[in-house]
């Protein structure tokens, strides 16, 4: 017998007028699916209802609608983001840029391996990790999300250390130094970049549509959430009244600066900075006296303590900055215990500066990277810099050019939902960015991430290729159910790419500005790599591919993925123990398309 089931999303308008949001059990079109994996709004034949899951029974039926979201296609914009690549990403908390160093840079022809932060604290790390836990994979018995908190006590309790429901108001504030003496295309050493006045809006109705705009991108990633994140601000320039050589590390760098600025600015100010009480995952829209969010964007990494590497930290001062206050609010100090974090810090390393990779979207993507930490968690979904697969993540490094969230982000923040299925099912999905769907499938081997993206929205930018529309396949090896803590592997997360697996071999030869050529050699099915972004070239090096040689004929274009695919569509339809990836626990072939919604079959094995 095949049952059919029909998942609906029930879209919930909240009307803000400087009033606290309403409690939200309206978030069930977020991650708000019940004990048995499906949203709370879903309607199921009985006898579905009393088995408990989709795992036993004949082949299941999904059928998933467009919730009546619009379509991004009016927002869409001329061009694509810069093509620059960029360069930060973290250990622990900090972001560590790894562009393409040239051999000489080092004897051994390698990037030095980045240190963590002496300032980090991550301290509430384990806490975290189990409550993450619980609500992607939650028990049985388990009431449903927010169950951890009293819900007449938390407004929202999605979001980690930040809401993400609601409207938040931040200060942004592009910092230089006065005596600057690194040379920059975007960002001239004596003065401030262009677009900098459009980073963020100041109202919610004020909806700019440029790419680099913080409040475009959340408006864009929540909109299928009953409440939407709302991020507006006041942004600023600096010239910072601190000599080079700094002497100070960043915590203290950001205090000198918020002091100095802080005469310009009157109590109002201050008051649209503290609008939120906040305990993790447990969020109320009430003045605590603490700031909500300061962003800092300085335009190079100049600090005492620099010799970190990292181009983004996701706090604005470590353990030895002491307590201050700024227009009256506390700045709490240092991130990610008791205290909280009133910000983060972006600041790009002085040789990618001088290399010009500093631009408009290495700081866009480094801001949004570092918010998520605070949002989402500590971790990364793939560890170190030599990452290879790309992955759509804001926790991604920024190095792999993605602005764009998945499906368990958005379960996680309540910004959309990840139908789980662990048996055979016929699936109808929609585009991710218009109805916030995706599909979590569990084997018995590994576990599968499914998302329909038709690129709808200028942030859908899991492929660079805009030709590549259809199912994206992400393989979870980890073995750990803590699927967004990661397992601090490079290898944790892969592409199911449908043009196949290959090996990859360094050529030994460079394009300007040591870009790498790499031969694209033999099918690899299983262990080859797709889709890919980097791969090893000397020593513990890794490198762009850009440029590659397939079948002799070199083509030597910045190559960031464009001419392969990873999607799964009509023309490239299957996956499974005989294709290229090959993958031994699951089949997958795509049925047929309908508009923007892809009918898909998953063997589960």
Not at 445 to 462: F, K, M, P, V, W
Not at 534 to 558: C, F, L
Request: aromatic share 8%.
């Amino acid at each position: 017998m095949k049952n059919v089931v029909v998942l609906g999303c029930m879209l919930v308008v909240i009307a803000c007028s400087g009033t606290p949001e309403s409690p939200s059990r309206e978030k069930s079109g977020g991650s708000a699916y019940g004990e048995d994996g499906l949203a709370a709004d879903t309607v199921l034949p009985v006898d579905i209802l009393s088995s408990g899951d989709i795992a036993t029974g004949d082949e299941v039926d999904i059928t998933i609608p467009p919730n009546g979201a619009t379509s991004a296609d009016d927002d869409r914009e001329s061009g694509s983001a810069a093509d620059t690549a960029s360069a930060p990403s973290d250990t622990g908390l900090g972001d560590t840029p790894s562009a393409p160093v040239p051999p000489s840079d080092t004897a051994s022809g390698s990037v030095p391996s980045p240190s963590p932060s002496p300032e980090t604290d991550t301290s509430a790390a384990t806490g975290t990790e189990s409550s993450l836990r619980s609500r992607l994979f939650p028990p049985d018995d388990a009431p449903g999300p927010g169950s951890t908190h009293d819900d007449r006590a938390c407004e929202y309790t999605n979001g980690m250390f930040l809401p993400s429901n609601g409207v938040m108001n931040a200060l942004v504030l592009f910092i230089r130094y006065e005596d600057e003496d690194i040379d920059n295309a975007w960002w001239p050493a004596d003065g401030f970049p262009d677009g900098w006045q459009t980073f963020i809006d100041e109202t919610p109705e004020q909806r700019r549509t440029n790419t680099h705009n913080l409040t475009h991108f959340y408006r864009e990633v929540s909109r299928n959430a009953a409440t939407p994140f709302t991020l507006i601000g006041t942004v600023d320039t600096v010239t910072a009244r601190i000599p080079l050589p700094n002497g100070m590390d960043y915590g203290e760098s950001n205090r000198a600066v918020l002091q100095q600025v802080e005469s310009r600015y009157n109590a109002e100010l201050g008051h649209r900075l503290d609008q939120w009480t906040r305990a993790e995952n447990c969020h109320n829209r009430v003045s605590n006296g603490d700031i909500d969010l300061i962003i800092m964007i300085w335009r190079t990494n100049r600090f005492r303590n620099s010799t970190i590497n990292w181009s983004g930290i996701a706090h604005i001062g470590g353990s030895r900055t002491p307590a201050y206050t700024f227009l009256g609010k506390n700045v709490k100090l240092p991130a990610f215990n008791a205290n909280f974090s009133s910000g983060v810090t972006v600041a790009t390393r002085e040789r990618s500066v001088r290399d010009r990779l500093l631009n408009a979207d290495v700081v866009f993507k480094s801001t949004v990277h570092e918010i998520a930490h605070q949002q989402i968690t500590y971790n990364h979904p793939q560890g170190g810099s030599d990452g290879q697969q790309r992955f759509p993540s804001m926790l991604a490094y920024a190095e792999q050019e993605i602005h764009s969230h998945n499906g368990l982000e958005a379960d996680l923040l309540g910004w959309g939902r990840a139908i789980r299925v662990s048996r055979d099912t016929t699936i109808t999905l929609g585009d991710f960015f218009q109805t916030g769907e995706s599909v979590w499938v569990e084997t018995s081997g590994y576990r599968y991430l499914i998302e329909n993206r038709q690129n709808t929205s200028i942030y859908d930018d899991a492929s660079v290729n805009p030709d590549d529309k259809g199912l994206f396949v992400y393989q979870y090896r980890s073995e750990r159910n803590l699927t967004l803590g990661y397992d601090g592997s490079n290898n944790n997360i892969f592409s199911m790419v449908s043009d196949g697996f290959y090996d990859w071999e360094f050529s030994g030869r460079w394009l300007p500005g040591w870009r790498a050529i790499f031969n694209r050699g033999d099918a690899n099915a299983s262990e080859g790599s797709g889709f890919t972004r980097k791969q090893p070239s000397t020593g513990n090096n890794h490198h762009w591919i850009s440029a590659m040689v397939i079948d002799g004929d070199e083509r030597p274009y910045d190559f960031r993925g464009a001419g392969l695919r990873a999607a799964f569509n009509m023309d490239r339809p299957r996956l499974g123990a005989d294709t290229n990836p090959s993958v031994n626990d699951l089949e997958l072939e795509v049925l047929g398309q309908e508009g923007n919604a892809v009918r898909f079959r998953v063997r589960v094995k």
